[in-house]
């Protein structure tokens, strides 16, 4: 599967966004989603990561409570709604395609898109 994100820019704090992670080829719906970050000088970081179906979804504690992982497995599109942006959200956003739902380290994902920056201004 080929991921491609998209949605990212510049943003206040206390804005939001929506990034988009469109897949292509017809096996999306079989593959766990997941979307991490990487700030500039840190390790690629996990965000939130959806089951198949997208019933199950997982964050981690920075974004819980802030950010909405989701999927149309018809469109072949994942998303990320981020509200109440803070400044320590800025980094490149990252969609992968994984193995196992629920899975929180880069090494359980097999496909990656090319990353959309994401930028929040004080």
């Known amino acids: 599967v080929q991921l491609q994100a998209s949605g990212g820019g510049l943003v206040q704090a206390g804005g939001s966004l929506r990034l988009s992670c469109a897949a292509s080829?017809?096996?999306?719906?079989?593959?766990?989603m997941g979307w991490f970050r990487q700030a500039p000088g840190k390790e690629r970081e996990f965000v939130a990561t959806i089951s198949r179906g997208g019933i199950g979804t997982y964050y981690s504690d920075a974004v819980k409570g802030r950010f909405t992982i989701s999927r149309d497995n018809v469109k072949n599109t994942m998303y990320l709604q981020m509200n109440t942006l803070k400044t320590e959200d800025t980094a490149v956003y990252y969609c992968?395609?994984?193995?196992?739902?629920?899975?929180?380290?880069?090494?359980?994902?097999?496909?990656w898109g090319q990353g959309t920056l994401v930028t929040v201004s004080s």
């Open positions: 080829g017809r096996t999306f719906s079989t593959y766990p």
């Open positions: 992968a395609a994984g193995r196992v739902y629920g899975n929180t380290d880069t090494s359980g994902y097999d496909y």
